[in-house]
């Protein structure tokens, strides 16, 4: 375990700088720093899924007023724009959700609401259901986007998009903004995806077979061995190794 620490600990340090964003390795993270604003960062984050430089070509369109706008000039911006699951419509609607959001006092707002009695589940279940009430648009390209409350750990995706966008907001160092105060760094649970789960498995980091909500919290808690205040600082190195292949 002292090796394998030694090595992640390497890793982060090598890629805790500004350059390791860049077109050559495209992450979602490099246009949400364009603005340092936690709306346009949620966008960011919420359209992360594909490929990273499918992602990162589709953030790149999106102005970054978009939020301020009224529902006839986005319909006038974003007319025929889409990706993926979800449609121009969808796409339009999720702008007009974040333009009320902000409105209404804004994501961090929301989190802190349901994060101050039930910790950080609490908080994202909070912030997705007030995404919801918002708006009552609904289509199965809208509510991928935005997922589901967490009703139960045990039958609950990994969420990562989302728990990278809290990673994104509470943690501040070169590549994470830190817009967010008040809310544990420790409290914080890894943004699995494929690439991560697959390295810590090979790492020993992780024994559940499935990628879900309770492996996300289950290799969160072994990287506390590593740092108890701090575990998702190995998140990126880790998301870094599967996708650059090192091991």
């Known amino acids: 375990m002292k090796n394998l620490k030694a090595y992640l600990d390497e890793q982060v340090a090598a890629r805790n700088h500004r350059d390791e964003l860049c077109e050559a390795r495209p992450d979602p993270l490099m246009i949400a720093r364009r603005t340092m604003d936690q709306h346009h960062a949620l966008t960011c984050a919420l359209f992360a899924y594909g490929s990273a430089k499918a992602i990162v070509a589709f953030?790149?369109?999106l102005e970054e007023d978009l939020v301020d706008l009224a529902e006839s000039d986005l319909r006038f911006k974003l007319e025929g724009k889409y990706y993926r699951f979800q449609s121009s419509e969808d796409i339009i609607q999720w702008f007009c959700t974040l333009g009320r959001l902000k409105a209404s006092g804004g994501a961090e707002k929301a989190?802190?609401?349901g994060y101050s009695s039930d910790g950080l589940?609490?908080?994202v279940s909070t912030l997705i259901t007030s995404l919801y009430d918002l708006n009552p648009y609904r289509s199965k390209g809208y509510e991928f986007l935005i997922g589901k409350p967490i009703v139960s750990i045990t039958k609950a995706s990994a969420m990562k998009r989302w728990m990278m966008y809290l990673r994104w907001m509470v943690r501040k160092n070169e590549l994470d903004m830190g817009l967010w105060s008040g809310v544990s760094?420790?409290?914080?649970?890894?943004p699995l995806d494929t690439h991560t789960f697959n390295v810590s498995?090979?790492?020993?980091?992780?024994t559940r077979s499935v990628c879900d909500m309770r492996s996300a919290i289950e290799l969160t808690e072994r990287l506390k061995k590593f740092d108890p205040h701090d575990p998702l600082k190995y998140d990126f190195a880790?998301?870094?190794?599967g996708q650059e292949k090192l091991l």
């Open 238 to 241: 880790l998301y870094r190794i």
């Open 121 to 123: 589940i609490g908080g």
């Open 111 to 113: 989190f802190k609401d």
């Open 185 to 190: 760094m420790s409290d914080l649970i890894m």
């Open 201 to 206: 498995h090979r790492l020993g980091l992780l």
């Open 59 to 61: 953030l790149a369109t």
